[in-house]
C-alpha cells in the first residue's frame, strides 16, 4: 500500500497543485451525525489550493416524508421575493409548501408533485435555479473562497449523515455560481469532479437531443446529465456510471452523492489523485489524504488509493 502520507505521493507538490479538490465523508456511526458539519468543513477548506473559484457541497439530512420533496433553489438575482414563492406555489397547486431562506439559496419542501413544482418554478420564477431535489439532499454552491462558502451557508455547525464537497478552479468554463458543483443527476443524486472531459461537446449535443437541459457550458453538468439520462433509462447507479467508463472520455475522479451514501469512480487511466479512508465510524474521500487527516482515527483508519476503472460504493450506492 502507498503511504499517502508522503508530501511526494499525496500531489502536495507544484505539480500536483491543478485542476479541482473533491471530498465526502459518509458516518456509519450514527452517533457523529450532529458532528457531520464540523468534520466536513475543515476537508472542504483544505482543499482550498485546488480550487480557490468556488465551491459548494451537499448535505444529506432532514429526510421528509415519502409524499414530499425537498428543492434545493438558488438565484442570482439579489431582488429575489423569496418569501412569496411558498405561498405562490401553495395557492397554484393547491399544496402545502415551506420555505427556509439562506442567503441566495433556499430550501422548499411541498408535497405537491415534483415534476408539476418544478414546471411551475420554470414558468413563474426563471431566475430561479433548481440545484438539487430528493427527500434528504441540500445542496449549496457559491463563487469564492471554499472558507466564505462554508461560512455562508453555516457549514461547520450543519448535521446529517454525509455530505460530499468540491472546490472549483476552473478550466473548461466561466467561474460562476450555476458552474460550481455538486452538480445534480437524480431525486437525492449529484455528482462532483475532479478532472476534464474531452469530449463534454458531442455529448452535450446528443444529451440534448434525448430531453437533458443543461444550465451551464460546464463539462461536469455534461456527466451529471450522462447519469441523468441512464438513471430514467433504468439503470442502476452502478450500471450506469460502468457505461461512463465506456462513454465519457477523459481524465477524473468522480464521487456521487445518493440518499444513503456515495460512489467514487476513476478513469480507466487514473490520472487524477484521488484516495480513500475507512475506519468502524465512517468512510472518507478526498483528492489528498491532508483533507482527511484531522478526523477522529485517521491515523489508525485503512487508507488505500481507489483502483482506476472500479466503482467503489457505500451505503445503498
Given at each position: 500500500?502507498?503511504?499517502?502520507?508522503?508530501a511526494?505521493i499525496?500531489?502536495?507538490?507544484?505539480?500536483?497543485?491543478?485542476?479541482c479538490?473533491?471530498?465526502?465523508?459518509y458516518?456509519?456511526?450514527?452517533?457523529l451525525q450532529?458532528s457531520?458539519?464540523?468534520l466536513?468543513?475543515?476537508m472542504l477548506i483544505e482543499m482550498t489550493?485546488?480550487?480557490?473559484?468556488?465551491?459548494g457541497?451537499?448535505?444529506?439530512r432532514?429526510?421528509v416524508?415519502e409524499?414530499?420533496?425537498?428543492?434545493t433553489?438558488a438565484s442570482?438575482?439579489p431582488?429575489t421575493?423569496w418569501?412569496?414563492l411558498?405561498?405562490?406555489?401553495?395557492?397554484?397547486l393547491?399544496c402545502?409548501?415551506?420555505l427556509d431562506i439562506?442567503?441566495?439559496?433556499?430550501v422548499?419542501?411541498t408535497d405537491?408533485?415534483?415534476?408539476?413544482?418544478q414546471?411551475w418554478?420554470?414558468?413563474?420564477r426563471?431566475r430561479i435555479r433548481?440545484?438539487g431535489?430528493?427527500?434528504?439532499?441540500e445542496?449549496f454552491?457559491q463563487?469564492?473562497?471554499?472558507?466564505d462558502v462554508?461560512e455562508?451557508f453555516k457549514?461547520?455547525?450543519?448535521?446529517?449523515?454525509?455530505?460530499i464537497?468540491?472546490?472549483?478552479m476552473?478550466?473548461?468554463?466561466a467561474?460562476?455560481?450555476?458552474g460550481?458543483?455538486p452538480?445534480?443527476?437524480?431525486?437525492?443524486?449529484?455528482?462532483?469532479?475532479?478532472?476534464?472531459?474531452?469530449n463534454?461537446n458531442?455529448l452535450r449535443?446528443?444529451?440534448e437531443?434525448?430531453?437533458?437541459v443543461f444550465?451551464?457550458e460546464?463539462d461536469?453538468e455534461?456527466a451529471?446529465?450522462f447519469m441523468?439520462?441512464n438513471?430514467?433509462r433504468?439503470l442502476?447507479l452502478?450500471?450506469?456510471l460502468e457505461?461512463?467508463?465506456?462513454e465519457l472520455?477523459?481524465?477524473?475522479t468522480f464521487?456521487?452523492?445518493?440518499a444513503?451514501?456515495?460512489?467514487?469512480?476513476r478513469?480507466?487511466?487514473?490520472?487524477?489523485?484521488?484516495?480513500?479512508?475507512?475506519?468502524?465510524?465512517w468512510?472518507?474521500?478526498?483528492t489528498?489524504?491532508?483533507?482527511?487527516?484531522?478526523l477522529?482515527?485517521a491515523d489508525?483508519?485503512?487508507?488505500?488509493?481507489?483502483?482506476?476503472h472500479?466503482?467503489y460504493?457505500w451505503?445503498s450506492?
Amino acid at each position: 500500500m502507498r503511504c499517502w502520507r508522503d508530501a511526494s505521493i499525496l500531489g502536495m507538490h507544484a505539480g500536483g497543485m491543478t485542476m479541482c479538490g473533491i471530498v465526502g465523508l459518509y458516518l456509519k456511526d450514527p452517533t457523529l451525525q450532529a458532528s457531520l458539519g464540523e468534520l466536513f468543513a475543515p476537508m472542504l477548506i483544505e482543499m482550498t489550493d485546488r480550487g480557490p473559484d468556488s465551491a459548494g457541497f451537499a448535505i444529506y439530512r432532514d429526510p421528509v416524508s415519502e409524499h414530499q420533496t425537498k428543492f434545493t433553489l438558488a438565484s442570482d438575482d439579489p431582488d429575489t421575493d423569496w418569501k412569496a414563492l411558498d405561498t405562490d406555489l401553495a395557492r397554484a397547486l393547491i399544496c402545502q409548501a415551506r420555505l427556509d431562506i439562506q442567503g441566495d439559496h433556499a430550501v422548499l419542501v411541498t408535497d405537491a408533485d415534483a415534476f408539476a413544482a418544478q414546471a411551475w418554478l420554470a414558468e413563474s420564477r426563471p431566475r430561479i435555479r433548481v440545484v438539487g431535489s430528493g427527500r434528504s439532499i441540500e445542496i449549496f454552491k457559491q463563487t469564492g473562497l471554499p472558507k466564505d462558502v462554508v461560512e455562508q451557508f453555516k457549514l461547520t455547525s450543519a448535521h446529517g449523515s454525509h455530505a460530499i464537497g468540491h472546490t472549483r478552479m476552473a478550466t473548461e468554463s466561466a467561474v460562476t455560481t450555476a458552474g460550481s458543483h455538486p452538480f445534480a443527476t437524480g431525486l437525492d443524486l449529484c455528482l462532483v469532479h475532479n478532472g476534464s472531459l474531452s469530449n463534454h461537446n458531442h455529448l452535450r449535443r446528443k444529451l440534448e437531443r434525448d430531453g437533458i437541459v443543461f444550465q451551464t457550458e460546464n463539462d461536469t453538468e455534461v456527466a451529471a446529465g450522462f447519469m441523468t439520462l441512464n438513471l430514467r433509462r433504468g439503470l442502476s447507479l452502478h450500471a450506469a456510471l460502468e457505461a461512463g467508463l465506456v462513454e465519457l472520455d477523459g481524465f477524473y475522479t468522480f464521487c456521487v452523492g445518493t440518499a444513503d451514501g456515495f460512489a467514487v469512480v476513476r478513469d480507466p487511466f487514473g490520472c487524477k489523485h484521488a484516495v480513500l479512508a475507512e475506519t468502524g465510524e465512517w468512510v472518507a474521500m478526498a483528492t489528498e489524504y491532508r483533507a482527511i487527516a484531522h478526523l477522529p482515527g485517521a491515523d489508525t483508519a485503512r487508507i488505500w488509493e481507489p483502483e482506476p476503472h472500479k466503482i467503489y460504493t457505500w451505503g445503498s450506492a
